[in-house]
């Protein structure tokens, strides 16, 4: 049983860091930057992401409790980091706020994604992606305000996803009209092919964004990668542990089943997604406002590497504690 969850765990985290070291290597081959990165990041960000969202919630039964467990969830990992960002800051006598970044933000996208889809199915990455949503929102709102000392609502409202997500809510809520349905399920479908291309373009994306990253503050890149990657579990786990005990996750034995994996799977998803590393779009941030971009493309990198070693781990105690605990 072990070397089958084992098993399991590998061939859904090698692929993904494969996949990103491709990337990473075109980007180092790529002198000449004849490859239009802006324009992979526009088709993904633009089509392929609300894609992924709408495909992914839109024939879905809508739970209010399951979104505000997975949304309430990504804000408080993000709450509960914060001190400890702000304590590695003063130590490392960094003025910039940016330096935080990401070490309270989550790489919810370009890893989290494709490991919730091989890792749990379907059912894994409609929630990861709720979750990844509510990470995102934060992270270009408060995360803005913090590298650049002002709040850019327009750019907000600009965010593909943010629409995707509510279409897809809205048609998974409403009864659309009889006439409707035939287009609907065009949508659907459409949305669904476009949205699968978006998670090996996600990963390559990733790797090939390292490739420019070069590592002036090796220093500071150790601390704040290591403490995403060792302080993010165990606020993953602790929290899941605190929703059980207020009852917003019951262990009941009497629960149906389906309820019950439901359940066990959202609890794995913000335990996988707190233990990401930090995300490159962090480190982007804080190079399009000169906010301490040297530390942040460190953290970003030192956690992304050494999340080829933690995140098997995190897999395996998620299987065991969270998936098959009172079966």
């Not at 990401?276 to 970003?300: F, I, R, S, T, W």
């Amino acid at each position: 049983m072990l070397a089958s969850q084992t098993f399991l765990i590998i061939s859904a985290v090698i692929p993904s860091f494969a996949i990103a070291l491709a990337g990473f290597w075109l980007g180092r081959f790529d002198t000449r930057k004849e490859l239009n990165l802006k324009s992979v990041s526009n088709l993904v960000y633009y089509f392929l992401i609300p894609s992924l969202i709408f495909s992914s919630i839109h024939k879905r039964v809508f739970d209010p409790k399951e979104f505000s467990l997975l949304c309430v969830s990504a804000l408080s990992l993000i709450v509960l980091m914060v001190p400890l960002a702000l304590l590695l800051k003063r130590r490392a006598g960094v003025a910039a706020n940016g330096f935080i970044l990401p070490i309270i933000f989550m790489n919810t996208g370009n890893i989290s994604l494709p490991i919730a889809l091989l890792m749990f199915g379907n059912e894994g990455l409609s929630k990861s992606i709720i979750f990844h949503m509510a990470n995102i929102f934060v992270l270009y709102s408060a995360g803005v305000f913090l590298v650049s000392g002002q709040t850019d609502l327009k750019q907000f409202l600009k965010i593909p996803a943010l629409y995707a997500m509510v279409a897809g809510v809205a048609a998974a809520t409403l009864a659309l009209p009889e006439p409707l349905q035939p287009l609907l399920l065009f949508v659907g479908k459409l949305t669904g092919i476009l949205g699968y291309g978006a998670i090996p373009l996600l990963i390559v994306n990733l790797g090939y964004s390292m490739s420019d990253i070069r590592l002036a503050t090796l220093k500071a890149g150790i601390a704040g990668g290591v403490v995403r990657l060792l302080v993010g579990p165990l606020l993953g786990f602790g929290l899941v542990l605190l929703w059980r005990w207020i009852g917003w996750t019951p262990m009941g034995a009497d629960l149906d089943p389906l309820v019950w994996q439901g359940l066990r799977t959202s609890e794995a998803v913000i335990i996988l997604n707190a233990s990401m590393p930090g995300p490159v779009m962090a480190y982007l941030l804080n190079l399009k406002y000169d906010n301490c971009p040297e530390q942040a493309a460190a953290m970003v990198a030192v956690g992304t590497l050494g999340g080829i070693i933690t995140i098997p781990l995190v897999l395996q105690l998620i299987t065991t504690v969270i998936m098959q605990a009172g079966q």
